[in-house]
T-cell receptor, first 115, second 122 residues
Framework: AQSVSQHNHHVILSEAASLELGCNYS??????LFWYVQYPGQHLQLLLK??????LVKGIKGFEAEFIKSKFSFNLRKPSVQWSDTAEYFC?????????????FGTGTRLKVLA | DTGVSQDPRHKITKRGQNVTFRCDPI?????LYWYRQTLGQGPEFLTY????????KSRLLSDRFSAERPKGSFSTLEIQRTEQGDSAMYLC????????????????????FGEGSWLTVV
């Protein structure tokens, strides 16, 4: 069955530190990949997405992610985090060719940035 | 876009009671999803609709759960004979129809989430 793994459940960083959150998926076919963010008290919002083309995608608020097909990974990065990045981050995958339209989410990574 | 709207935002109910949640998707979005999220977990897929047709249901969706989207616009999720294990956030999301040039599976669209409906079963 299709699955998404996020290995870092809790991350604590100081402001200006660099961030990398891991995401691996299990499906071997063509996939679409997403990172969503949930700020405290708010709904899930899209950070960035990959459908095709350049495997390095840039999103909002200085975030980027790299799709590495051979590693089944789509890690999220930010060179310098801010206190306002404190949130929960979810990786999601959607299969392209299986005929299903569902989106599968990882368990999330809770990021706390210390001022 | 006015966003995905969910109602009620919070519901406390006694075990054994029935509850119903409503979701109004973004206008003209033809696909509508229901997810469940508990603390420390990511959203878990429950079911989705394309227009009024319910195309897939998760094994998580027991017989006590039923979802409808009668006119292809708003949707309802009903939980009958609630149990304490049903306590969770119920999320609704929607996405727009495919446009020319999108992937074969039609899966390349972003889904937009509502703010969720918190259910507490006591």
């Amino acid at each position: 069955a299709q699955s998404v793994s996020q290995h870092n459940h809790h991350v604590i960083l100081s402001e200006a530190a660099s961030l990398e959150l891991g995401c691996n998926y299990s499906y071997g076919g063509t996939v679409n990949l997403f990172w969503y963010v949930q700020y405290p008290g708010q709904h899930l919002q899209l950070l960035l997405k990959y459908f095709s083309g350049d495997p390095l995608v840039k999103g909002i608020k200085g975030f980027e992610a790299e799709f590495i097909k051979s590693k089944f990974s789509f890690n999220l990065r930010k060179p310098s985090v801010q206190w306002s990045d404190t949130a929960e981050y979810f990786c999601a995958v959607n299969e392209e060719t299986s005929g299903t339209y569902k989106y599968i989410f990882g368990t999330g990574t809770r990021l706390k940035v210390l001022a | 876009d006015t966003g995905v709207s969910q109602d009620p935002r919070h519901k406390i109910t006694k075990r054994g009671q029935n509850v119903t949640f409503r979701c109004d998707p973004i206008s003209e979005h033809n696909r509508l999803y229901w997810y469940r999220q508990t603390l420390g977990q990511g959203p878990e897929f429950l079911t989705y609709f394309q227009n009024e047709a319910q195309l897939e249901k998760s094994r998580l969706l027991s017989d006590r759960f039923s979802a409808e989207r009668p006119k292809g616009s708003f949707s309802t999720l009903e939980i009958q004979r609630t149990e304490q294990g049903d306590s969770a956030m119920y999320l609704c999301a929607s996405t727009r129809p495919l446009t020319l040039g999108q992937g074969l599976g039609g899966s390349g669209n972003t889904i937009y989430f509502g703010e969720g409906s918190w259910l507490t079963v006591v």
